[in-house]
């Protein structure tokens, strides 16, 4: 039985540190004297842009990566070829690698192995009885202990270090009985689909439709368009991150989305995950959502929030695929809430007040 998390900056966000490109954004935007005049040009361009956008509920430059997408027409308008597109977007990620290694540093995950166990224990909570039983009935379709995978799309490793530390402190998993045999649980694949701040990074967009003008990229090196597009970018790498990962995808049984947005930039994803869910009737989807309606006497609202959740996941996917909903479960039952707000922040300030020093 795969039990797999895909996990977003939502989990950072969870510990308390400021990981959103608005956050990062307020710090590259300042002023450096070590900008060339290239990269100070392209500041005032994301200042423009977000004070053109200041009247809409999210700003521009809140979702980088399709911003970047868009930027493609504000650059060819100016007359800038790909290799500046390619200067100011490297510019773009090598300070942001800088900053989010700061921001990971205020996080202690000392003491929390256990913790961390059995959290991931408990991601079948805050199903209402007739979920609970539908999953129940998909048990008995899997084999084996339960293995649990995690699919990392935020750049920083603080996963990886509680699984290491819990490894290491020798912390039981626990075991699963399944026709008259008990196996026993086990960590599986840990794998970061985007990469790190310190290897393999990918930014950019799901496909060429999310870039507003192609033109940029005629007549030059497929590598400029190979770096923006994830799928690409991954098999550049030539680490097999992108095949890796769709191989844990095509075994899971269950499968949770922590912390991240239903969005078009990870398109293949939702698309590869309802591919999954049509080939094993018995996989069930749980998508935690922060803000998900409370019960209340009419639950209207949060039957609506939830049908509209499932269908930015199906929206995907094309076609009708309806019988697919009862398997998709909204679930507000945070089940990491014993790590919010851990990150330590005596020296928070500083570090994000000088982050630029550690970008050569």
Request: proline share 1%.
């Amino acid at each position: 039985m795969n039990i797999t998390f895909l996990i977003g900056n939502g989990f950072d966000l969870n510990l308390g540190l400021d990981t959103r490109y608005t956050d990062f954004l307020k710090n590259y935007l300042q002023d450096d004297p070590r900008d060339s005049e290239e990269i100070k040009s392209f500041k005032e361009d994301i200042r423009k842009q977000e004070i053109e956008n200041s009247d809409t509920s999210e700003t521009l430059w809140a979702n980088a990566e399709l911003a970047f997408g868009h930027y493609t027409d504000t650059i060819v308008t100016q007359g800038k070829k790909a290799d500046s597109f390619s200067r100011r977007r490297i510019d773009f990620c090598r300070k942001l690698a800088a900053y989010l290694q700061e921001q990971e540093k205020k996080v202690c995950i000392e003491g929390y192995e256990q913790t961390f166990v059995e959290a991931i224990h408990k991601f079948r909570s805050g199903l209402t009885e007739v979920q609970n039983d539908q999953v129940e009935s998909s048990y008995g379709a899997f084999d084996g202990g339960c293995t649990f995978n995690f699919l990392v799309f935020n750049y920083t490793c603080i996963i990886d270090r509680l699984i290491e530390a819990a490894q290491k402190q020798e912390i039981q998993l626990g075991t699963r009985g399944h026709k008259n045999t008990t196996y026993h649980n086990s960590f599986g694949k840990t794998i970061h689909v985007h990469g790190t701040t310190e290897n393999d990074m990918v930014f950019g967009v799901n496909d060429e439709s999310q870039i507003a003008n192609m033109s940029l990229f005629e007549g030059v090196s497929p590598r400029y368009l190979n770096s923006f597009i994830k799928q690409k970018t991954n098999k550049g790498n030539e680490a097999r991150i992108d095949e890796k990962a769709y191989e844990v995808i095509k075994t899971s049984s269950f499968i949770y989305i922590y912390g991240m947005s239903i969005g078009a930039t990870d398109k293949i994803w939702w698309q590869r995950i309802i591919e999954r869910m049509k080939a094993q009737p018995h996989v069930h989807v749980f998508i935690y959502c922060h803000d998900l309606p409370q019960d209340t006497l009419i639950k209207e609202d949060r039957w609506l929030y939830e049908d509209d959740k499932r269908n930015q996941l199906l929206t995907f996917t094309g076609g009708n695929n309806s019988a697919l909903e009862s398997r998709i479960h909204i679930v507000n039952n945070n089940i990491f809430e014993a790590f919010t707000d851990i990150a330590t922040t005596p020296n928070g300030d500083e570090h994000t007040e000088n982050v630029m020093e550690y970008v050569s």
